[in-house]
């Protein structure tokens, strides 16, 4: 049976949603077009979860059934009533194509330029070789090790670009381990996880937090310093409960890891190029846009460079993880059809927030914002919520108590850098699953209980920002 479920449910289910009657559904109205969705969503959801194809390939699928049935040139029979207020507006067709050539793709690309030239010209084993040695050989200091770097890094650069800089670093360390050794598996979440929690620290570390500060104006204004002020202790706390999490769930058979990693630094002409693009990416990246280009635009300069001297030839292009674009072009994909076909707007309205105790508003709207952040961009749930927050913050005058809009924002803004469960929940969850040494399942349970307990604290945090006075 549990084989058969797992081939017949992602099929099925949709198609009961499909062909339910409009009045089945919990909405005043839903059009055809938030309909078909609902389907497509829970054929996605059920797939990356079940996995009865290859998670890409539900991407791959994602993104064709959104052509032929959502989209301004999708099949002829299934939009002759488009337009009508019953069946809702088509999603243009370049916007679901131009998924696979969103900016996060190209930062994706230049990483994995970065990361294939450092392994080519073992830049990789070096940086590993002087970062890790404070931190000695035995594998849970040198986890902790690795998530600390990470975590900094995060903190003012992409957590994507961060990723896939650490996990080139990682490579020569999983090397050490035996193959069935379920440190690997720790190892390889180490670096997503510590990369996703980082990046809450500073207000540049992730899209969410830059959004959140927008509505943080005028009585509610919170500086830069301030926010580093609550947010990295809270990093803190959430690095050190993860990285005991990860070092309990999949302890290690080793004892030590003897990281007695040779060699010297290339001096070739090539490598000497390598190190210079490395270091002037990474310091770019640092920089954010104080020079005028965004992260997206930096990711490309690698990728330019290492084509034209030959760095990386036609035969490296062939190692790329191009499952991994397909894989997370497909999320994109979805969020765009959650969003654009007002499905998403729908579900956040469709909650009587207002009806509700204060303390129970502040867990819905943390809690299904966790949820949304799971399948969705992180940017493009915080950019669907955060406005209604702020209303219903203002709004509602019971939440003043506990801190009224600040509160409410903080916290929602803290759930959404925490959905981190499945590979499709954040890029640097999407670079670690590549690895090939992390399964969904072991994704999911990680991601799951650091979710919860992340957002358990940020109301801990809140609560102790209220009793100083600070909000």
């Not at 996060?104 to 010209?121: N, V, W």
């Not at 035995?138 to 090790?145: E, F, L, N, R």
């Not at 846009?289 to 490309?300: F, K, P, Q, R």
């Not at 036609?314 to 994909?333: C, N, P, T």
Request: aromatic residues 10%.
């Amino acid at each position: 049976m549990r084989i058969q479920a797992k081939y017949i449910l992602p099929i099925l289910v949709p198609l009961v949603v499909l062909l339910l009657p409009a009045s089945a559904f919990p909405f005043e109205t839903i059009t055809v077009m938030q309909q078909r969705a609902i389907a497509l969503f829970l054929l996605a959801a059920l797939c990356w979860v079940l996995e009865p194809m290859p998670i890409y390939a539900t991407s791959v699928v994602v993104i064709v059934l959104e052509l032929l049935f959502l989209s301004d040139k999708g099949i002829i029979w299934f939009r002759t009533d488009a337009n009508t207020p019953e069946f809702g507006n088509l999603l243009h067709y370049t916007d679901i194509m131009s998924t696979f050539a969103s900016p996060i793709i190209m930062l994706f690309l230049g990483g994995f330029f970065l990361a294939m030239a450092a392994t080519k010209y073992r830049l990789d084993v070096n940086l590993a070789r002087v970062l890790l040695k404070p931190f000695g050989q035995k594998p849970t200091m040198v986890m902790a090790g690795l998530m600390l770097i990470t975590a900094v890094f995060s903190m003012f650069m992409s957590n994507t670009a961060t990723t896939a800089m650490m996990l080139a670093i990682l490579t020569p360390i999983l090397a050490v381990f035996k193959p069935n050794d379920p440190g690997k598996i720790a190892f390889a979440l180490s670096i997503p996880v510590a990369a996703n929690i980082g990046g809450i620290g500073t207000p540049i570390g992730t899209p969410p937090n830059a959004i959140a500060l927008k509505y943080l104006t005028g009585e509610n204004i919170i500086t830069f310093g301030e926010w580093m002020a609550f947010a990295v202790p809270f990093v803190v706390v959430m690095l050190v409960l993860a990285w005991v999490l990860l070092a309990v769930m999949f302890k290690s058979n080793e004892t030590a890891i003897s990281l007695d990693i040779k060699g010297k630094f290339l001096k070739t002409p090539k490598a000497y190029t390598v190190y210079a693009t490395f270091t002037i990416t990474v310091l770019l990246w640092l920089m954010g846009s104080s020079h005028g280009m965004n992260s997206y635009t930096v990711a490309l300069i690698p990728v330019a460079v290492f084509s034209m001297t030959g760095i990386i030839n036609k035969e490296d292009l062939k190692k790329i993880s191009w499952d991994v674009l397909w894989l997370v072009s497909g999320g994109f994909a979805l969020g765009l059809a959650l969003d654009k076909t007002g499905l998403a707007q729908l579900l956040v309205h469709s909650i009587p927030f207002e009806n509700y105790a204060p303390e129970i508003v502040l867990i819905g709207a943390a809690a299904l914002c966790l949820l949304m952040a799971n399948f969705m961009s992180h940017t493009a749930t915080a950019n669907l919520l955060m406005p209604i927050m702020a209303a219903l913050g203002v709004s509602m005058t019971s939440l003043t108590p506990l801190g009224g809009e600040t509160t409410l924002i903080l916290v929602v803004t803290f759930a959404a850098s925490l959905g981190m469960s499945l590979p499709i929940s954040t890029p640097p969850n999407a670079l670690a699953h590549a690895t090939g040494h992390v399964t969904s399942n072991q994704m999911a349970k990680v991601g799951v209980i650091i979710g919860v307990v992340g957002v358990a604290l940020s109301f801990v945090m809140v609560w102790i920002l209220r009793l100083v006075n600070f909000l």
